[in-house]
T-cell receptor, first 114, second 114 residues
Framework: DTGVSQDPRHKITKRGQNVTFRCDPI?????LYWYRQTLGQGPEFLTY????????KSRLLSDRFSAERPKGSFSTLEIQRTEQGDSAMYLC????????????FGNGTRLTVT | KQEVTQIPAALSVPEGENLVLNCSFT??????LQWFRQDPGKGLTSLLL?????REQTSGRLNASLDKSSGRSTLYIAASQPGDSATYLCAVKAGGTSYGKLTFGQGTILTVHP
């Protein structure tokens, strides 16, 4: 069990550019989540996958955001035409399918939009 | 809409003290409650998960209690150590959904000084 892995750890981009983040969940976990966390706040839910199916999206996930999980393994989160307000820590988590399985988080990708 | 509040926002204690962190939530129809620890610039580490049918969970020096009817949970840390310094977050999973979306509090920043 190597834990949830996220890449890159840090990303600095200019406003208007597109960015893509990757998450590799714990191998036997079929649920995968994306959260966003700004300074001094708790994480906010963005989206959720069960295997390759995206089952829920938050209203926070504007049209500029898209997430995929092809083949039900790793996931990518893309932000198009980045804005300064997108600057945050993007956290990925995974869990087993039991209702009471705890979420396991990665170390996150810190995005800074200049 | 579920809202989660954590009190206090910050806490500074000398090493060796026992301490209590508080978490309250507005909608008592939860499936479970999870406590996490977050070190600066890092992801979240799951500490304890309490199912809605349970009253408490213990792990080492940590004990978490849940009073679902009053919408409250506490995290008790015994004999605090400098290594316990971190942000502690509680999160609730709403009942009636199988998607695992968690609603987080803003966290309590704990500093344990030698």
């Amino acid at each position: 069990d190597t834990g949830v892995s996220q890449d890159p750890r840090h990303k600095i981009t200019k406003r208007g550019q597109n960015v893509t983040f990757r998450c590799d969940p714990i191998s036997e976990h079929n649920r995968l989540y994306w959260y966003r966390q700004t300074l001094g706040q708790g994480p906010e839910f963005l989206t959720y996958f069960q295997n390759e199916a995206q089952l829920e999206k938050s209203r926070l996930l504007s049209d500029r955001f898209s997430a995929e999980r092809p083949k039900g393994s790793f996931s990518t989160l893309e932000i198009q035409r980045t804005e300064q307000g997108d600057s945050a820590m993007y956290l990925c988590a995974s869990s087993e399918s039991s209702y009471n399985s705890p979420l396991h988080f990665g170390n996150g990708t810190r995005l800074t939009v200049t | 809409k579920q809202e989660v509040t954590q009190i206090p926002a910050a806490l500074s204690v000398p090493e060796g003290e026992n301490l209590v962190l508080n978490c309250s939530f507005t909608d008592s129809a939860i499936y479970n409650l999870q406590w996490f620890r977050q070190d600066p610039g890092k992801g979240l580490t799951s500490l304890l998960l309490i199912q809605s049918s349970q009253r408490e969970q213990t792990s080492g020096r940590l004990n978490a209690s849940l009073d679902k009817s009053s919408g409250r949970s506490t995290l008790y840390i015994a004999a605090s150590q400098p290594g316990d310094s971190a942000t502690y977050l509680c999160a609730v999973k709403a009942g009636g959904t199988s998607y695992g979306k968690l609603t987080f509090g803003q966290g309590t920043i704990l500093t344990v000084h030698p």
